[in-house]
């Protein structure tokens, strides 16, 4: 214990001796509180109990020696001179779970890492920046990626080794040589890992397109033409599997569709969609969707259901449903929305953010059936319809006598074929699924990580608000207001910086760009439904501290993380878009959108100066690069200003927005307003619709029919 210094001896030289004697216990108590919290952070035992992730707790038990990812433990590996091993998952990761099994729970395993290694656990989604850059040099390494993701790494965290799912004998193998090398032919491995670093930040850098010019209809054409062969024309998705649902590629041929009137891109979405929703990878008793399907058929799903992966599904098919008017499109949305605030809702707070795909120790027990288990639930006369209707003859079987719930055919289709009646079907499957979903409660549930992240709830504000633009429940824009809520009152640091993560009422990690890209997206969303001057201050506010905080002034993009705090051993910049769109192509679209709303000239050329930096990669490989492509279909074919204004504005905004208007921003005030776009347009007894290119208007309409026909000439 260290010695109490000469100030504090002579403090408690003038105090009375009762309040010596209590200040004495205090500053004992005070010591050894210290020594305990040193004691807690001590790499020689492990640590993860102490974290806030419900990812890191499940390792809390292992033998092994896990630290939670510090400067601190970085400091101390580089001063008992050890390499790390920076193992990197998430809580609904199957393989995640395999290998803690086989190896992280066993303890040779453990004896041999705790001897040579300092180890460190890391939640990919807690901390994206940590796992954006490991995943870049597994994928420098070895050409492939995917979790878990194990990283050894110098003292200092510059990677010299990187795999995926390890078995135990070949970690054990792997770590004794790499162990071995450090220590008698370290010039080597340190060349290699300063090489390999230098790739990382190289990897990044994308050629900067200086030279401005008018993006073209033909560019954007070419998006899909580049495209398309590596589509699957009969059952939707990509031509491979597993197949994934890419919410944003979809999305990009939706807008893509219905703007350039390119009836092939509208017809692969709808299959795709179709696909999907009869699939297994849909819950079809549940609702939602599944991570992805391990077949090329949508039938077999990995059975892990992401929060992030769902609020984009709900957003694509409530737009879908506006343009498509497929009832099923609608009951994906409710039993979706449903799903979510059953399983994934805190009360009175945000969305947690993923269900495991395991129960039991093992996958998809919770959502498989066995054919005795149905039929003994199912009542006898509905028997034979149930049994064709899910497929339960061949289609749903799986493996070791399990169903997996699935369909061929639309609800309209099958009641022609059996001669029923649309609404008595509708309700003797609604029973259905009630008489299974009360049977499934009853089973062990699959693990939910139970923390929720800023950037992800935003994405279920946009959800709710796509939901309520299709279908009119006010309680659906009541909800993503309340998202909006707990996101200023609780991940708001002050008004301009947010915090990442959120558990147990705790908000920690510093925001990431992710964050502010989406938060500003979603409050944007909420102005344009509300009206309300704060939500569209707010996103200001958040993107003009990115600008400070995030941005790289040579060309506009933006760092996952901001230049003051914690710096990682390469700066990231990631601008692709994969089942999230990238946080720089979100951005891009935040100041299209805001330029066109203030009539910002310098938010409207940002947006243009990212996009012209990554025309050339969004043409070439949409797939990866779908954002982007959305935002250059914008810059390229006509996209309007739709202006309302008047006593009755809202109610003309929303039949407007009944139909799917991808080529429009729309807006509306129901009283005198000063922004630039309703400037001397109101008029208190008429309520008139205006539609205008960059702040240009024509002259004003009164009915809604009118103004839908000036903008759809291409459909």
């Not at 033909?218 to 197949?243: C, Y």
């Not at 994934?344 to 969305?351: M, S, V």
């Not at 149930?386 to 749903?396: G, N, R, S, T």
């Not at 996103?539 to 933006?558: M, R, V």
Request: aromatic share 12%; with cysteine; net charge negative.
């Amino acid at each position: 214990m260290q010695m109490l210094n000469s100030n504090v001896i002579s403090m408690l030289s003038i105090v009375k001796p009762r309040r010596l004697f209590l200040i004495i216990i205090a500053l004992v108590m005070l010591l050894f509180s210290r020594c305990e919290n040193k004691s807690k952070m001590s790499i020689h035992k492990n640590n993860l109990k102490y974290s806030l992730s419900p990812y890191l707790q499940q390792h809390a038990n292992n033998p092994v020696h896990w630290q939670a990812w510090s400067e601190e433990v970085l400091s101390e590996a580089q001063e008992l001179d050890k390499l790390l091993i920076v193992s990197i998952g998430y809580s609904s990761c199957h393989w995640c779970h395999v290998m803690e099994h086989e190896s992280f729970e066993d303890q040779e395993a453990a004896a041999l890492m705790n001897e040579y290694y300092v180890s460190i656990k890391v939640d990919r989604e807690e901390r994206p920046d940590i796992d954006e850059i490991y995943m870049r040099a597994l994928q420098l390494m070895t050409n492939s990626g995917g979790w878990p993701l194990n990283v050894v790494c110098l003292p200092n965290g510059k990677p010299i080794w990187g795999g995926t799912y390890v078995p135990k004998n070949k970690w054990m193998e792997v770590l004794g040589e790499l162990n071995k090398m450090y220590h008698t032919n370290r010039e080597q491995v340190l060349e290699y890992a300063n090489k390999l670093t230098q790739g990382i930040e190289q990897s990044q850098l994308i050629a900067l397109n200086t030279k401005l010019s008018p993006f073209t209809e033909s560019e954007a054409d070419s998006v899909f033409e580049n495209w398309r062969n590596t589509l699957d024309w009969e059952e939707g998705g990509a031509n491979r599997a597993p197949k994934f649902p890419m919410p944003v590629n979809l999305d990009f041929m939706l807008h893509y569709g219905v703007i350039s009137g390119n009836k092939e891109a509208l017809s692969y979405l709808e299959l795709t969609l179709d696909k999907m929703y009869q699939g297994g990878i849909y819950d079809q008793i549940g609702g939602g969707f599944a991570r992805y399907s391990t077949d090329s058929f949508w039938k077999v799903p990995h059975f892990e259901k992401m929060l992030y992966d769902n609020a984009q599904l709900i957003s694509l098919y409530a737009k879908a449903y506006r343009h498509f008017k497929k009832p099923a499109y609608q009951e994906v949305v409710e039993e979706s929305i449903t799903w979510l605030e059953r399983e994934l809702k805190a009360e009175n707070g945000p969305c947690y953010s993923a269900l495991d795909a395991d129960s039991e120790g093992e996958e998809g027990k919770f959502y498989v059936w066995q054919l005795g288990q149905l039929e003994e639930l199912i009542p006898p006369s509905d028997w034979l319809l149930f049994y064709d209707y899910y497929q339960l003859e061949k289609e749903a079987y799986w493996e070791n006598g399990n169903y997996i719930l699935l369909r061929k055919e639309s609800d309209p289709r099958f009641c022609e074929k059996h001669k029923l009646g649309d609404e008595a079907f509708k309700a003797k499957k609604a029973h259905w699924q009630e008489i299974l979903l009360s049977a499934r409660a009853e089973r062990v549930r699959p693990g939910l990580d139970d923390k929720a992240l800023t950037s992800w709830n935003a994405l279920i504000i946009e959800a709710y608000i796509e939901s309520y633009r299709a279908f009119n429940q006010d309680e659906h824009l009541a909800k993503a207001k309340e998202l909006g809520n707990w996101i200023l009152e609780q991940q708001s640091q002050d008004e301009q910086r947010l915090w990442h993560a959120w558990h147990s009422e705790n908000s920690h990690v510093e925001g990431l760009i992710e964050d502010y890209a989406f938060a500003s997206r979603a409050f944007i969303f909420l102005y344009q439904e509300t009206q309300e001057d704060a939500y569209l201050a707010q996103a200001e506010k958040w993107l003009n501290y990115a600008q400070k905080e995030f941005e790289d002034t040579k060309s506009g993009l933006f760092y996952t993380r901001p230049k003051s705090g914690e710096q990682l051993i390469a700066r990231s910049l990631e601008t692709a878009d994969n089942v999230i769109a990238s946080a720089n192509s979100t951005m891009a679209h935040n100041f299209f959108m805001l330029g066109k709303i203030k009539q910002n000239s310098a938010y409207s050329e940002q947006a243009q100066i990212m996009l012209n930096h990554l025309k050339g990669r969004a043409m070439e490989y949409g797939e990866s690069y779908a954002n982007w492509a959305k935002l250059l279909v914008f810059q390229s074919y006509p996209y309007y200003e739709i202006v309302v204004s008047g006593p009755k504005a809202n109610e003309k905004y929303q039949a407007i927005n009944r139909e799917f208007q991808p080529q429009s921003l729309v807006l509306w005030a129901d009283k005198d307003n000063d922004a630039p776009l309703f400037k001397q347009r109101f008029v208190a007894d008429k309520t008139l619709i205006y539609i205008c290119t960059d702040g240009a208007c024509k002259l004003p309409l009164s009915e809604v029919s009118e103004a839908l026909a000036q903008i759809h000439t291409r459909k």
